[in-house]
């Protein structure tokens, strides 16, 4: 059967033929199960692949924060949303304990992101911005489901430029952030749905949060001292 009459079967009123309320309720419940066996397939599928990979980055955000470092995020679309995701979940840790962490999502001001876009491009609009506020030893998480994004990648370049840890999440073979190899560490889902590509992205990020605050555990008087909290 051809992609396309697999469509179709599934799909029929989508296809000229007369929509029936049973086949239709069908149709989706069908749709609903094959969409979730998929995601779960792929994330079964990357972590089998990734989970070395994952604590290797998870031991090198810990010692970012060991030194003081902090954390900046970046994506376009709806990967800006993953980027603002996990600074917020460093910033504000919904785990009773755990301290706030410096994080900076790249993707917030649009302000900057006009201004930049409108004078001198969008390919800059990460670069700027990490010329402006990163150190020597802080580290970067870049967002794309292609892993093609030009903006990221100046940003990376940057990065790797200032002193940065670089970090890549992308999805279907990783793009130019897996195969520039300018990159620290890149998780690639191997998958062309930007759908399943994104739902490992946040799986991933939320583990890669718990194992960096599982690193720290011993230090949260200290990060906790060092971004202001009380103890």
């Known amino acids: 059967m051809t992609a396309e009459e697999s469509l179709k079967s599934l799909y029929p009123f989508?296809?000229?033929?007369?929509?029936?309320?049973a086949s239709e309720h069908d149709a989706l419940l069908e749709a609903i199960r094959q969409k979730a066996h998929h995601s779960i397939e792929i994330k079964?599928?990357?972590?089998a692949q990734n989970s070395q990979a994952l604590i290797e980055i998870a031991h090198?955000?810990?010692n970012v924060y060991r030194n003081r470092g902090r954390l900046f995020t970046m994506g376009n679309g709806g990967s800006s949303c993953d980027a603002a995701h996990l600074a917020v979940e460093f910033q504000h840790p919904v785990t009773t304990g755990r301290p706030a962490l410096p994080a900076i999502n790249l993707c917030m001001d649009m302000a900057m992101i006009t201004a930049v876009s409108n004078d001198i491009g969008v390919q800059h609009i990460f670069t700027r911005q990490l010329d402006a506020h990163a150190c020597q030893g802080d580290a970067v998480v870049g967002f794309s489901t292609s892993g093609n994004s030009n903006n990221l990648m100046n940003g990376f370049r940057k990065a790797q430029e200032i002193g940065l840890c670089t970090?890549?999440?992308?999805?279907?073979?990783?793009?130019?952030?897996?195969?520039?190899?300018?990159?620290?560490?890149?998780?690639?889902?191997?998958?062309?749905?930007?759908?399943r590509v994104q739902e490992v992205h946040v799986s991933c990020y939320?583990?890669?949060?718990?194992?960096?605050?599982?690193?720290?555990?011993?230090?949260r008087g200290f990060l906790a001292e060092h971004s202001g909290e009380s103890q």
Request: overall charge negative; proline content about 0%.
């Open 14 to 21: 989508l296809h000229g033929d007369q929509k029936q309320a």
């Open 44 to 47: 079964q599928q990357f972590f």
């Open 60 to 62: 090198a955000l810990a």
């Open 167 to 195: 970090i890549g999440f992308a999805g279907g073979d990783g793009g130019d952030m897996k195969h520039s190899g300018i990159l620290d560490y890149c998780l690639v889902v191997e998958t062309d749905s930007i759908h």
């Open 206 to 219: 939320h583990i890669l949060w718990d194992l960096v605050h599982t690193l720290l555990a011993d230090q």
